[in-house]
């Protein structure tokens, strides 16, 4: 996508929310936008962004056109690349190439909730654990990533990016059960969960 | 002891903890989180927030990193045994920009270690992807 719209002034800017560059090397084939690296979760604080792939629209005036979106509907991780589902690609295309934008300000204000103070503070226990693991006070970033986990229980910038930090399959049933949790409680979502239809 | 101060990144410093209260010297204080205490108050760059009277922020000779967040409206947490205090961002400036849609300056580094800031592809339209490998 970045390709096809190399003749304009679009960049796509990637952030990855993982504790360092390890598992990344499939995503980072062949792409020509920069790849940042945010190991204590900066952007999931400062954008209220509780899941990714999260996929946010800014104009050249630092305006926010798209709010938090859930960028695709599958787990294949080289399909993270082609950003979005055609839908989206469709609208993506339409907002470089002719300005047009998906939602009005008026549909955009509003559609990012502002994190709860759990929310908030799941952040700083989550950040707190993962400086423990690292410094090797394993129980003691447990007892923390416990309390993260128990904050914001549907957030998966928590509950899920502690998986491989605590020795657990991202990817194996703990996911699927969190995914069942998350459905459970209405899936709920920093931001606009389906993609948008024309 | 040193403590480990945890904002947008994590700095360790000379301090101690007292009665589950993270001290560190005045003069580490800037170190730990980017902020220093001047007469008229707990200042960063050109801004400054006044220390209310009641604000125990002082101890001796050294500063109450709990209480500097609060002065600054920030949420933390500690763990006293471990010597860690994580403070939450600008939670003020978050709601802002989720009012007014204005995104959120950061600066994170890219996968060579070098500091990016959103405002350097100023002037461009940009999609911001967070994703991840988990």
Same mark, same amino acid.
């Given at each position: 996508m970045q390709d096809?719209?190399?003749?304009?002034?679009?960049?796509v800017i990637a952030v990855a929310i993982q504790e360092d560059a390890d598992g990344l090397e499939p995503f980072l084939e062949g792409i020509t936008f920069p790849?940042?690296?945010?190991?204590?979760?900066?952007?999931?604080?400062?954008?209220?962004i509780s899941n990714v792939p999260t996929v946010i629209w800014i104009d050249a005036d630092d305006t926010i056109v798209r709010p938090n979106s859930v960028a695709v509907s599958t787990d294949t991780f080289v399909d993270f690349t082609g950003v979005t589902c055609e839908q989206d690609l469709v609208a993506l295309r339409r907002w470089i190439r002719d300005g047009d934008v998906p939602l009005s300000p008026e549909?955009?204000?509003?559609?990012v909730a502002d994190l709860s103070d759990d929310e908030v503070d799941a952040?700083?226990?989550?950040?707190?654990?993962?400086?423990?693991?690292?410094?090797?006070?394993?129980?003691e970033a447990a007892a923390h990533f416990e309390r993260a986990a128990r904050l914001a229980p549907h957030d998966f910038t928590i509950r899920r990016a502690m998986m491989p930090l605590i020795g657990v399959d991202p990817f194996g049933e703990a996911f699927f059960e969190l995914w069942a949790e998350f459905q459970a409680a209405g899936s709920p979502y920093h931001g606009l969960g389906d993609p948008i239809r024309d | 002891?040193? &403590?480990? @101060?945890?904002?947008?990144?994590? =700095? /360790?410093?000379? #301090?101690?903890?007292?009665?589950?209260? &993270?001290? @560190?010297?005045?003069?580490?204080? =800037? /170190?730990?989180? #980017?902020?220093?205490?001047?007469?008229e108050g707990l200042c960063r760059g050109d801004v400054c927030v006044l220390v209310?009277?009641?604000?125990?922020?002082?101890v001796d000779d050294r500063v109450d990193l709990g209480a500097l967040a609060e002065v600054l409206g920030r949420r933390h947490v500690v763990d006293a045994e471990a010597g860690v205090i994580a403070w939450s961002l600008d939670g003020e400036a978050r709601r802002q920009a989720l009012d007014d849609l204005t995104a959120p300056s950061?600066?994170?580094?890219?996968?060579?270690?070098?500091l990016r800031s959103l405002e350097e592809w100023r002037g461009r339209r940009r999609m911001l992807f967070a994703f991840s490998s988990w």
């Open positions: 096809e719209l190399s003749d304009t002034d679009f960049t790849v940042l690296l945010d190991r204590e979760h900066v952007l999931t604080e400062l954008y209220a549909q955009a204000h509003g559609v952040r700083l226990e989550f950040r707190v654990a993962a400086h423990l693991r690292r410094v090797g006070r394993e129980s | 002891m040193t &403590v480990a @101060v945890i904002t947008d990144g994590v =700095e /360790t410093v000379e #301090g101690t903890v007292i009665d589950g209260r &993270v001290l @560190v010297a005045a003069g580490e204080l =800037e /170190t730990a989180t #980017g902020w220093r205490l001047e007469p209310p009277d009641g604000a125990a922020v002082r950061f600066t994170l580094p890219d996968l060579d270690g070098r």
